[in-house]
T-cell receptor, first 118, second 115 residues
Framework: AQKITQTQPGMFVQEKEAVTLDCTYDTSDPSYGLFWYKQPSSGEMIFLIY??????QNATEGRYSLNFQKARKSANLVISASQLGDSAMYFCAMREPYSGGGADGLTFGKGTHLIIQP | DSGVTQTPKHLITATGQRVTLRCSPR?????VYWYQQSLDQGLQFLIQ???????AKGNILERFSAQQFPDLHSELNLSSLELGDSALYFC??????????????FGPGTRLTVL
């Protein structure tokens, strides 16, 4: 089973509208971290926002917020007032504890290609 | 700019060859991670080092190896290259080795093309 599922391969959104990018995850560990990264066409991976499994409040970073619904195992990214520069691939990722102690690497979803139209 | 540097930016080589990718973590970060991004496999975790020691292993092929040096820079060695190894290779770094809450910051990547 996929650990991270992003069901929207692509999205077109009008500039200045809010955008919600979906992400569901699968883990049996009580302790985990959820992350969103942006990858513009230039290729670099840019960290956007993080949510810990024990965090009581939804994470926010500027125009980015994470709608964390633990019981539903979803961690949707919300971008308010979208801009042309938001056009990029967006990846949801999870990090779980490692069986040997510590934590494993990030497990990524397949991504959502977001295009902001003027 | 994440503070993580990777060299070279691009690498073109032939099947059967060996290459070395280099990464310098952000100042103060002790953990280095390597990831591969390809069209068919997506983004995959390869391996993690913390302060010179291997900490976690992902989907790393036996033909690939890595190490982290005392100055904390890391190298990923890819040998007996195949066409399917063509991909974007990322290095990431974080401050701590443990705990799923540690944020990883990615370098710009090295694009490897195997002809």
């Amino acid at each position: 089973a996929q650990k991270i599922t992003q069901t929207q391969p692509g999205m077109f959104v009008q500039e200045k509208e809010a955008v919600t990018l979906d992400c569901t995850y699968d883990t049996s560990d009580p302790s985990y971290g959820l992350f969103w990264y942006k990858q513009p066409s230039s290729g670099e991976m840019i960290f956007l926002i993080y949510q810990g499994s024990y965090d009581q409040q939804n994470a926010t970073e500027g125009r980015y917020s994470l709608n964390f619904q633990k019981a539903r195992k979803s961690a949707n990214l919300v971008i308010s007032a979208s801009q042309l520069g938001d056009s990029a691939m967006y990846f949801c990722a999870m990090r779980e504890p490692y069986s040997g102690g510590g934590a494993d690497g990030l497990t990524f979803g397949k991504g959502t290609h977001l295009i902001i139209q003027p | 700019d994440s503070g993580v540097t990777q060299t070279p930016k691009h690498l073109i080589t032939a099947t059967g060859q060996r290459v070395t990718l280099r990464c310098s973590p952000r100042s103060g970060d002790l953990s280095v991670y390597w990831y591969q991004q390809s069209l068919d496999q997506g983004l995959q975790f390869l391996i993690q080092y913390y302060n010179g020691e291997e900490r976690a292993k992902g989907n790393i092929l036996e033909r690939f190896s890595a190490q982290q040096f005392p100055d904390l820079h890391s190298e990923l060695n890819l040998s007996s290259l195949e066409l399917g190894d063509s991909a974007l290779y990322f290095c990431a770094s974080s401050a701590q080795p443990q705990g799923p809450t540690d944020t990883q910051y990615f370098g710009p990547g090295t694009r490897l093309t195997v002809l």
